[in-house]
């Protein structure tokens, strides 16, 4: 997979990866009913989810508007 050159496309891709990390992860433990399992969904997979969610919405917010020059 490769990463595109536009950097919000880039920035995008990251979130995008770190939430399908937060999400695999959280179904992983899904699966195993013991505590340490427990503080692995809410430490590992909520931070990845976490840092997902901050990423878009630092995307979103940090875009710039492309310079219009004026002709006259």
Do not use: H, K
Request: charged letters at 15%; a positive charge.
């Amino acid at each position: 997979m490769s990463l595109s050159a536009n950097p919000l496309e880039r920035r995008l891709q990251l979130s995008g990866i770190l939430l399908i990390l937060g999400l695999l992860i959280e179904a992983i433990c899904l699966f195993r009913a013991r505590p340490l399992s427990f503080l692995a969904f809410l430490a590992v997979g909520g931070t990845f989810l976490f840092l997902g969610l901050v990423v878009y919405l630092l995307s979103l917010v940090s875009v710039r508007p492309t310079s219009r020059r004026s002709d006259s």
